[in-house]
């Protein structure tokens, strides 16, 4: 039988606040509860906006809640050769191709549809490059992101995000190749992690299916913000835990009104 495998995956781009109190002591408990292992993971792959002070500052937060974590913490700026690898895996499989439009570009020759962000689907101008062309623009050293071709991948749930960007350096998207990889390489097995990210799964299931990874059970928790913690006044939710801290909250009195 597989031992359960659950990850807390903040991204170090500012404080953790209650909610990410919730999501990690949710995994931990979820965790202990099913005899399974629990990781902690930095995901800082967006580093216009990751600063290695907020992942000390992570570290510091998470051990004050009272959690343990596995060691080594994957740091995933230290592993964009992984990420790569599948990038061109994917590529070989003609599922995704290199994009070197501008953002202004690519508004420009936008669709008329949107994604669950809101953002108009883009209208596909590098898809119609040959591999060749598109392989010589990066040899010459194009930036370039990677989106995904939806009409080669007959994934109506995936398909509302239409051709995603799902890596590119500093604008946060390589999130999406980055978390299917290393939710595939630390073998885990469940991802318990807020409502927001949920449109996201799709996306993050179709890239599974395409690398041959095995499918992780999902389950999309309630936002503090909206949902759970009713008893939370609105000016405790949205303070930093470092806040919290520093105005003499006691980690039993987080825990409680978190409903642990
Ligand atoms: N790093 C993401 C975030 O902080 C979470 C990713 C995940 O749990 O899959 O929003």
């Known amino acids: ?41 930095i995901e800082d792959t967006d580093q216009s906006r990751c600063k290695p002070e907020f992942t000390r500052r992570i570290f510091d937060d998470l051990a004050w809640l009272g959690l343990t ?58 898809r119609a490059l040959s591999r060749a062309e598109a392989a010589s623009i990066i040899t ?19 398909a509302i995000w239409g051709d995603a960007m799902i890596a590119k350096r500093n604008v946060g998207s390589y999130y999406h190749i980055a978390v299917v990889t290393d939710d595939h390489l630390q073998g885990v097995t469940h991802i318990v992690r807020g409502r927001d990210i949920e449109p996201a799964t799709p996306l993050h299931t179709l890239l599974q299916r395409l690398l041959g990874f095995a499918a992780p059970h999902y389950h ?5 913000l909206d949902g759970s913690g009713q008893k939370l006044s ?10 919290l801290r520093a105005e003499g909250f006691t980690v039993a009195a987080i825990r409680k009104q978190l409903g642990f």
């Open 1 to 41: 039988m597989t031992v359960p495998v659950f990850r807390f995956a903040p991204s170090p781009n500012g404080h953790l606040h209650l909610g990410h109190a919730y999501s990690a002591l949710l995994n931990e408990k979820m965790a202990h509860e099913a005899n399974g292992h629990f990781l902690l993971r």
């Open 69 to 126: 974590w596995e060691e080594p913490v994957r740091i995933q700026s230290e592993h964009f050769d992984d990420y790569d690898a599948n990038l061109l895996r994917l590529w070989d499989m003609g599922k995704i191709y290199p994009c070197f439009c501008s953002r202004k570009e690519a508004t420009a020759s936008a669709l008329v549809t949107a994604d669950p962000d809101g953002q108009l689907h883009y209208g596909g101008t590098c």
């Open 140 to 158: 010459t050293g194009g930036q370039h992101g990677w989106r995904v071709d939806m009409n080669a991948c007959n994934d109506p749930a995936a």
């Open 220 to 224: 999309h928790h309630d936002l503090i």
């Open 234 to 243: 609105k000016s405790l939710k949205s303070k930093a835990l470092i806040s």
